[in-house]
């Protein structure tokens, strides 16, 4: 379920599509990071997680911003966690070093395979938000 003003699930066959949207780049990754996490189907235990670090250098924001999912993907399947917060260490259109914390999962409704290129777009639009819209396999 999409939360309101941060991103949709788009239609798309056979894979997850989300648009998502930030007041800021810091924003859109916290709110990429939820959409992903609710296209996995969640079901939460009491217990919270550990803080967890990403440490990401990337060619561009658009290679940033899938390598942190991806990272962050694979941090949420080995440990069964998901993340709702994120502390911001570092961050420019390059490099990303975040602290995550959240919640234990009981186990995932869905499995997402990978964070994809595919049809990546990574804006700022006309009236100042980003936005982006991300395919995940599926």
């Not at 939360?3 to 916290?30: A, N, P, Q, S, V």
């Not at 990429?32 to 924001?61: R, V, Y």
Request: aromatic letters at 8%; glycine letters at 8%; hydrophobic letters at 40%.
């Amino acid at each position: 379920m999409a939360i309101k003003g941060k991103f949709e699930i788009l239609e798309h066959t056979g894979d997850l599509k989300i648009r998502i949207w930030g007041k800021d780049k810091k924003e859109l990754f916290l709110n990429a990071l939820l959409g992903m996490e609710s296209g996995l189907h969640p079901e939460l235990k009491t217990l919270n997680s550990e803080l967890k670090t990403i440490k990401i250098q990337s060619i561009d924001l658009n290679a940033l911003l899938v390598d942190f999912l991806g990272e962050a993907l694979y941090l949420i399947q080995t440990n069964k966690e998901i993340y709702n917060e994120i502390k911001f260490k570092k961050f420019s259109g390059t490099i990303l070093e975040v602290e995550l914390s959240g919640q234990k999962v009981e186990r995932f409704g869905e499995d997402i395979k990978a964070v994809t290129h595919h049809g990546l777009d990574v804006r700022q639009r006309e009236d100042g938000l980003f936005e982006a819209i991300v395919l995940f396999d599926i």
